[in-house]
C-alpha cells in the first residue's frame, strides 16, 4: 500500500516536514492547507520539491463548509473550489478531502448535500481530480461514516468517493464494523490516528491528542481491517494533531510515525489470515483471503512473548562503580564475576544480574558522560533472541553490535529510544560465561531474599512518551495499563504502566508535566538524550525480611511519614500489628478490589538520580503502588532538603 502522512503532523516548516517524511521512506503526503499558504515557494516548486524526495501530493485537505450550504453560498464556495482545482493542478494533486460541514448557515438536507457535492465532482471530473468526503465528529449534519456513505452514494459520481478517518469513528464509539460493507474502490482515502480516551470536548480531543496508531487506546487495528475487508487498496496515511508532535524533533516523529504503520499493517494481516482460514467468519473469509493476496502488507518477524529482565546494566565511571558496588552490596547482592577482558563486574542476587561497566572508551561509558549514572543496557528474555532482534530491525530499530573481546558471545541487540541498549537473551542462560571469579573486595554480604525485576521504571523527557510507548508496544509487545498522574510537591508526574500477557516484563514510563519535579530536574540533568531510569523495583517474597537484613547491611530506606500510617489504618482494613511493623521498616501498603496486596518500601537515591523499590505482590496484585507516589515523592523531596541543608 501507498503510506502517506499528513504534514499537520509534524514539527518544522513544510520543507523541513518534507525532509523528514521522505527520509522515514513514505510514499506520500496529505498536504494540509495552512503549511502550502505559509510556504515561501510556488506550487510548482513544491511539487518539484516534493518530487526530488520521492514523495507524491497525495492529497490537499481541508476543504470546509461546502456541502448542503443555501445556493448563494454553494455558488460561491464552487468558485472558492475552482480556485484550489487550479492549485492541486499545479501541485499535481490528485485528490481533494472535503470535510462535512460544520458552519451554521448549513442545513441538514441530504438530497441537497448530495447534488451540490455531485455538482462539485463534476467540476474536479473536467480537471481529472477526485473528492474524497469525510465525516467529522463535529460536523452539523454528518458525524458518521454512514451518513457521508450515504450522501456520496446519493451524489453518485465516479469523482466522488468517501474518507474515512478512525479518529472520527472510534471518538464517537461508532461501530466501525459496517465499513467492510462499503464497495472498496468508492473508498479514496483512508487516514488513521489513535488517540488515548479522554473525557473532553471531542474537537479538543480531536486537535490536540491524537496519537500514531500503537500510542493510543482507539481500536485502529479493527476499524482498518474493515477497510481492508471492504477491498480498499489506496493509501494508507496519518494524520496526527498531537500538541506534543508539534515541538518534538521531525526526524524522531516520522520514524516512529513509519514503525506505526509497519506495526498496524502487519497486526492487520495477522487478523485477515486469521479469518482466511479458521473459517470461523464464513461470510468475510473470501475478502480476507482476497486482502491478503491483493496488498503487500509488512510482514516482520511474529512477535514473541518476552521473558523478563535478564540482566541490567549500569555505565558508570570508577568513583560511581565503587559506590554502586557498595550499593549492591548492602542490597545483598553477591559479586560474583570479573569480566574476562574488560573492566565489567557482575553481581548477582535470585534470578537478578546487575552489571557495572566502567570499561574506559566504552559505549557504557560514554554514556555516563553524557548523562551520568543511567542504565545503558539490559538484557531481555527471548525465546528466539535472533529472531527478536530482527522483529525490531524489521520495525525500524537500529540494530546493535558491540566490539567482541576473545571467547565473547555477540548476543542480538537492538537500540532503544534514547539510547540504551536492549539486548535479547534465551531463558535460563547467564553472563557467567563471559566473568571469571572476582578478587573478593568485601566479606560477602548477607542475600536479602531478592528473587527478580519486578519492574522498570524510566524518567522520560515530555516528547519522548509517545515513542516509548510504542516501542515497547510493538517491538517489546507490552500492553499499555494504567496511566495516572501523580502528585510531587512541585507538579504533576504522569506515569504510564506498560506489561506483557504474561506479567513478567513490566515498564512504567513517568513524565514530568512540571518543570520544578524531582523527575523533571533529572531527565534535565540526563541533558540532550533526555532521560534514563528512574527507579528498578526488585522483588521478594518476605518483605518484612529483606528491608530488616539490607538495613542491618547498611541500605538507607526513604522514610515514611507517622501520618501516613494513621491515614493507612483508617482507609483500609489492615491489622494494626501489622502496620505498626511497615511502619518501624517504612513499607508502604496498597490493596485492590479483587484481595490482591502489594507491600512496598523505597530506597533512598543513588546519586540523586535512580532508586530501588522493594516490592512484595499477593493474591494477584497487579498495580505499582500508584497511591504511594505522592507520599514517595514528598518524603523525597524533604530527604533532598534536608540533605541540602546539611551541606
Ligand atoms: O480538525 C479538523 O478541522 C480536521 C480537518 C481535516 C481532517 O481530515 C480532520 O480529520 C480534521
Ligand atoms: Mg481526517
Redesign the pocket.
Known sequence: MRRSI?TVSLSGTLRQKLEAIAAARFDGI?L?EPDFISFTGSARELRQQAADLGLGIDLY??F?DFEGMPDDLFRRSLDRAERKFDVMQELGCPLM?V?SN?SPASLGDAERAAAQLHELAERASRRNLRIGY?A???GKWVNLYRQAWNIVEKADHPHLGL?L?S??TLSLRDDPMGIADIPGERIFFV?M?DAPLLAMDV?QW??HHRNFPGQGQLDVVTFFEQALLAGYTGNLSL?I?NDVFRETPNRRTALDAMRSLLFLESECKNRLAARAQEGTDEARAPAATRALQRLDLATPPAAQPLGGFSFIEFGVDEATGQALASTFQALGFAHTGRHRSKAVDLFCQGDIQFVINTQPGSEARQRFEELGPSVCAMGLVAPDPVQAANRAVALLSARHTSPLGPNELQLPAIISPGGAVVHFVRAGSTLDADFVAPVPRAPAPQAGGLTHVDHMALALAHDQLDTWTLFAQSILGLGAGESLELADPFGLVRSCALTNAQRNLRLVLNVSKSQRTRTAQQVRATGRSGGGVHHIALATQDIFATVQTLQAQGVKWLPISPNYYEDLLARLDLDEALVRRMQTLNIVADVSPGGGRFLHAYTEPFADRFFFEVVQREGGYDGYGAVNAAVRMAAQENAHQRASAGQ
Do not use: G, K, M, Y
Open positions: 499528513a496529505e494540509f485537505q481541508p470546509r478531502l470535510c460544520t469525510e467529522l465528529a463535529w474518507i478517518d479518529f472520527h487516514q490516528a474537537i480531536a486537535r494524520e494533531f
